[in-house]
């Protein structure tokens, strides 16, 4: 039996998952409210306005969570949640990438080029980022013609199907979990910055330079650059077109 005085809390920064979960969630027994960080403004300008999402400081404001709420989600948020909020109540993070392979920023992008395994983690959240025993897991492959953005919207639907099956058993918290056997590998988002400087000399076979020019294509941002020999900063985009061979 649902105690209906139970609420849970989701902090995100995305937007079609924000929207996700309030579809999933709004016509179920225990009630969500809506959080994002404090510079997302620009991500939910009408969502703010109309109060179906409030601004929050996790690292500040953990004691108003803790009082609130019997359980939490992290689901794409930039913020990173307190020992003193996980450690106490059952945190679930909703990660875009395969644990414990490639934790941390833009696992697609690493994904294509250190060939990791790449897919969709809910995890209970700990103290590490990316890190907790797991709930559901599930796997994607990557195809050599594939670009971040194909990858990230093919995470992004995945994670969308994974939480509309399983999200009355996360509410519930009627689910069964495990651990990863190691700790995989943490990208931060200095590696990532790194990846984008394309060192004009560096030495690489054609499928290394495709696999990075197309793990940092992702209109429409601009990744890939090189400084010329007049200081500038010189933007690099990949086409990549298939086409079947007749047998
Ligand atoms: O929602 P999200 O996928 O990212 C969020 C948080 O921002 C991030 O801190 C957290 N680690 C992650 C799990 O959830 O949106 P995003 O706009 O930050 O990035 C989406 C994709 O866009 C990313 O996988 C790679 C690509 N991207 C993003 C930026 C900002 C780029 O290729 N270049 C960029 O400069």
């Not at 924000?18 to 579809?23: E, S, V």
């Not at 404001?61 to 803790?66: E, P, R």
């Not at 689901?75 to 909703?94: E, G, T």
């Not at 990660?95 to 790449?118: A, D, E, M, T």
Request: aromatic letters at 12%; glycine letters at 2%.
């Amino acid at each position: 039996m649902v105690n209906l005085d139970l609420r849970a809390f989701v902090v995100t920064d995305n937007k079609y998952l924000y929207q996700t979960f309030f579809n999933v969630c709004k016509n179920k027994n225990i009630k969500l409210d809506y959080y994002c960080s404090n510079d997302s403004d620009n991500i939910f300008a009408n969502e703010l306005s109309a109060g179906t999402i409030k601004k929050i400081s996790v690292k500040e404001d953990y004691n108003f969570l803790l009082k609130n709420y019997y359980m939490g989600f992290s689901c794409h948020s930039k913020q990173i949640f307190p020992k003193q909020l996980v450690n106490k109540i059952v945190c679930v993070n909703i990660h875009p990438g395969l644990n414990p392979y490639n934790r941390g920023w833009y696992p697609q992008v690493f994904s294509i080029i250190n060939k990791k395994p790449i897919g969709v983690t809910v995890h209970l959240m700990d103290e590490k980022i990316d890190h907790g025993a797991i709930i559901y897991q599930e796997e994607l492959t990557i195809s050599e013609n594939e670009t971040s953005l194909q990858v990230y919207e093919r995470l992004l639907k995945l994670e969308k199907d994974i939480i509309e099956k399983n999200i009355d058993n996360i509410l519930s918290q009627n689910y069964e979990s495990f651990f990863p056997e190691n700790n995989g590998n943490y990208n931060s988002i200095k590696d990532f910055q790194k990846l984008c400087q394309i060192d004009l000399n560096e030495k690489l076979t054609f499928k290394e330079a495709i696999d990075r020019l197309r793990a940092l294509l992702h209109q429409p941002f601009k990744n890939a650059y090189f400084i010329d020999s007049n200081n500038n900063k010189i933007y690099l985009r990949l086409e990549l077109l298939k086409e079947t061979i007749e047998q």
